[in-house]
Every structure is written in structure tokens, then in C-alpha cells.
């Protein structure tokens, strides 16, 4: 597989790399699932963006292999916003994997960054 975003997103999406016709909305829909991803706390602490086929895969995972998923859930996500399926069990069915995965990433990510959300109380001195 490609390392290149567009690329590999047009290929699962069964569009070959040299059809150009539907890169501007791809790359706008691969942006927009960027955009959710990182208000999951996953990705790079700025956001990120592609513009073509040179942006890698390898940039946006920093090399962190536990968050290979994110492949599936750009190409699931592509997926409905692009070219949704036929037929409302399939939606469903694509949404639920979507929703897992975003479960899943979310719990590697705490496990990396999780912080107490009821720090411990220290009692006044009397």
C-alpha cells in the first residue's frame, strides 16, 4: 500500500491514483476526519492537513504503530462522506466500525495522556 494519504484513501475508495477528477473533495473530506481525529487527542498538538499526494502516512503517526487504525477510520469516514453505501444497513454498519475505532484510539491516547480529572484535595490548614 502506498504511503501517501490521498493515495491509499483513493485506493480503498477504488479510484485509481492517476484519476485526478475527485481530489479536491477527497482532500476535503481527508481534512475534515483530520479535524475530528485531532479533537480526539490523536495526531500532532497543531492539527494537521494535506493539500496533495505528498503528505505521508508515516508524518501524521509519527511512527506509532498502535494507531495504525486510523487508516481504516480515514478510509470508513471518506467512505460515507464520499460515496456512501447502497443501503441503510451498510451506513450502519460502516458508522458502528467508525465508532468503535474511535473508541479504540481514544483509549490508547488516554493511556498515553490520561489525566485525573478529580485531583486529589489537599484540606486547608486549620
Do not use: C
Not at 6 to 15: A, E, H, P, Y
Not at 22 to 28: C, G, N, P, T
Not at 101 to 126: K, T
Request: proline share 6%; net charge negative.
Amino acid at each position: 500500500m502506498s504511503d501517501s494519504i490521498l493515495t491509499s484513501v483513493k485506493k480503498n475508495l477504488g479510484i485509481d491514483e492517476s484519476y485526478e477528477a475527485f481530489d479536491a473533495d477527497i482532500v476535503l473530506f481527508i481534512n475534515g476526519v483530520f479535524s475530528t481525529l485531532h479533537q480526539l487527542g490523536i495526531g500532532p498538538t497543531l492539527g494537521f492537513a494535506i493539500e496533495d499526494k505528498t503528505a505521508l502516512w508515516d508524518t501524521y503517526l509519527d511512527g506509532d504503530l498502535r494507531k495504525n487504525s486510523v487508516k481504516t477510520y480515514m478510509y470508513l469516514s471518506v467512505r460515507l462522506l464520499f460515496d456512501p453505501p447502497a443501503t441503510s444497513y451498510l451506513i450502519e454498519a460502516t458508522a458502528k466500525q467508525k465508532l468503535e475505532l474511535e473508541w479504540r484510539l481514544n483509549v490508547v491516547r488516554e493511556g498515553d495522556e490520561w489525566v485525573n480529572p478529580y485531583p486529589p484535595v489537599v484540606p486547608a490548614e486549620p
